[in-house]
């Protein structure tokens, strides 16, 4: 492994540390079995390829891992297809015990400083619509919630549902022109593990009469974002 960085937060020092052995891929598979599974989890040649292509990062506290960083910087056929100048942010995950430390982010920092070391223009990521901590840290960073498909992975309407993500990483970005004028909708989701199918159908339906997705905001007090939309006035 190649140290990368040191962060230093409340609960004490961590390393992010590139990954390369197959020891250390193994036990990030079994962090990703335990966190991500339920969902989506990734095989483990899929997982090792990543790591050869250098876009595996490990989070450490005294040698143990906290958590992990997958970065998919070209094609892993037949499972992963990509454009030349895009990068796929695979999974980011802390184990419960080490969130809110800002790690997410300093891993995300890594993945995109990796990624522009690759020549790659975009990043792209897909995420549950009920990942409310996964959504937010991503729009902070600059991502734009773009699309939401039902079959993302496939046809199960509970797993394979996602909104797709994307970061364009122009150095300079376009100016915003002027806002013209739109209409707006909003609906709220539960945020957690389970799919809230009501929401999702929301979703689908205002993504498919032309809607994007403006903002995703937690609710105070309550385990629930709101997700506002908008679209141009006809
Ligand atoms: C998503 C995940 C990686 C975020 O990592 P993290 O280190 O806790 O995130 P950060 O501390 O960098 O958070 C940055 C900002 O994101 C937002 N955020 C993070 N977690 C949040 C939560 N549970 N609820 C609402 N907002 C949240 C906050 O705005 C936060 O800033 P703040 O703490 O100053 O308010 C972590 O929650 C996780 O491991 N989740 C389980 C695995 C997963 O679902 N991964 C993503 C799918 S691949």
Known sequence: MVM?????TSRGEFLLERVFHEKEIQQIKELDDALLAPHQGISYEVLRAIALQGGLIACKKREKLAGAGMLVLESIPPRIFLEKTTALLYGTMLMPDYRRLKLGSAMGREQEKTALEHNKTRL?????PENMASI????QSGFDIVDYRMDYFGNDPV?????????KLNKNPLKRKLPKPENTQ???IMAGEKPDFKAREKIARLFSN???VKAYLKV????KARIIFSRQAD
């Open 124 to 128: 792209l990521l897909s995420v549950r």
């Open 220 to 223: 105070p007090g309550q385990k």
């Open 136 to 139: 937010i840290m991503r729009l």
């Open 4 to 8: 990368v960085k040191k962060i230093l």
């Open 159 to 167: 797993r394979d549902a996602r909104f797709i993500m994307e970061k």
């Open 210 to 212: 032309g809607f994007l």
């Open 186 to 188: 909003t609906t709220e």
